[in-house]
């Protein structure tokens, strides 16, 4: 049977769109991701989007390539919405889409979407640092929450790390009990940041939402940026502010690739 999917990028983070209204989808989320999000054998991903209903709300379930479950995704929340405007199941310029992280308000200002992503959370407490050392090498972590865990590190150049290396290593360390997205940071100046990701679960990414929203916020909480910050990611630019004790918020842009249909029973996994 032919199952319609759309497929979006937000700044090159992809994302595969699958409407669920029904929840039949929801049980095979892992097994489904797998499959689609494979770039040989599938569509190619970065995370598989399912779209269900709850009550008056429209709700986000997103699974990253390897199956795992995220919590919350900044793009995909971004690609959603333009999803449910162009589609006509919502009316804008304000709409709320309901995550496991929460019910998050997007807003459209001037072509982009503007996500309010809630307080950031300092799980290890404000301040606090989590100190790795591997292969003769100490990372500073600093923890934040945007609804899933992150841990930001600074570095004097982003291009000269290791990302391959380094990037498992320490989302996989367990410090971290459901594993971490690392972002690795170098501060330009006191209104732009350089971020290289690796998202739990995909491992580099062009972009990430709540990865850009964690170092923001902690370059702004350390005093090494001032909001609005500039988030330069690989993939492009995110507009990040936020203020002590408020929530933070994410304006960038959605992009729909193209559209088609699956055969979901046809399709065998490449792993």
Not at 62 to 75: K, L, R, T, V, Y
Not at 205 to 224: Q, S
Request: hydrophobic letters at 45%; glycine letters at 12%.
């Amino acid at each position: 049977m032919e199952h319609a999917f759309t497929k979006y990028h937000g700044l090159g983070n992809d994302f595969i769109l699958l409407e669920d209204f029904g929840g039949d989808l929801l049980s095979r989320g892992e097994e489904l991701a797998r499959m689609l999000c494979h770039r040989h054998f599938g569509i190619g991903a970065d995370g598989l989007v399912l779209i269900l209903r709850d009550g008056d709300l429209f709700a986000m379930r997103i699974f990253n390539a390897d199956g795992s479950e995220a919590e919350m995704c900044g793009n995909a929340v971004r690609c959603l919405a333009d999803y449910l405007l162009r589609q006509g199941l919502v009316r804008g310029p304000v709409l709320r889409i309901k995550t496991l992280a929460g019910v998050k308000e997007v807003e459209v200002v001037g072509g982009l979407y503007r996500v309010n992503m809630g307080a950031p959370d300092f799980p290890f407490g404000v301040g606090k640092t989590v100190r790795i050392a591997a292969a003769g090498q100490e990372w500073i972590c600093h923890p934040v929450s945007m609804g899933n865990p992150h841990a930001v590190v600074f570095v004097d150049d982003v291009e000269g790390v290791n990302l391959a290396m380094w990037g498992p290593t320490l989302e996989n360390h367990p410090v971290w009990p459901q594993k971490a997205n690392i972002e690795f940071v170098q501060v330009l100046d006191q209104s732009r940041i350089k971020v290289r990701v690796w998202e739990r679960g995909a491992g580099p990414t062009l972009a990430c939402g709540t990865g850009a929203c964690a170092a923001a916020v902690t370059a702004v909480r350390l005093g090494l940026a001032a909001s609005p910050v500039q988030v330069a990611l690989p993939g492009g630019e995110l507009t990040i502010e936020w203020a002590e004790g408020n929530p933070v918020f994410m304006s960038g842009p959605a992009a729909r690739v193209y559209a088609g249909s699956i055969d979901l029973e046809a399709l065998k996994s490449g792993r």
